[in-house]
Nanobody
Framework: VQLQASGGGLAQPGGSLRLSCAAS????????VGWFRQTPGREREAVSC???????FYAGVAKGRFTIGRGSVQHTVFLQMDNLNPDDTGVYYC?????????????????WGQGTQVTVSS
């Protein structure tokens, strides 16, 4: 199983980025997918997750600003990030797994991508 997170880059404060997660060797379509991030000086944390039945969860940092969903391209999951601020700077990872991973328990996610850098700066 290989996961590929893409779409990171440089955004200005208040701007937007759309991350995408794609998988090979594993179907994301009916499995839970999560987005996580590691910001400078902090441990990796959950941002948002979508279950195999498309129920969604948003951590406090994401509520009202980020949207997770299954992409129009088959086998992908996106994270639309709006109203970005410098505190959102970090490496964003997507993960998936079998069963029912728990969004805020990172140990329950079996497969991880390598991450994509998001930098929010003016």
């Amino acid at each position: 199983v290989q996961l590929q997170a893409s779409g990171g880059g440089l955004a200005q404060p208040g701007g937007s980025l759309r991350l995408s997660c794609a998988a090979s060797g594993f179907s994301l379509d009916d499995h839970a997918v999560g987005w996580f991030r590691q910001t400078p000086g902090r441990e990796r944390e959950a941002v948002s997750c979508i279950s195999g039945t498309s129920n969604t969860f948003y951590a406090g940092v994401a509520k009202g600003r980020f949207t997770i969903g299954r992409g129009s391209v088959q086998h992908t999951v996106f994270l639309q990030m709006d109203n970005l601020n410098p505190d959102d700077t970090g490496v964003y990872y997507c993960a998936t797994g079998r069963g029912r991973p728990f969004c805020t328990n990172l140990e329950t996610w079996g497969y991880w991508g390598q991450g994509t850098q998001v930098t929010v700066s003016s």
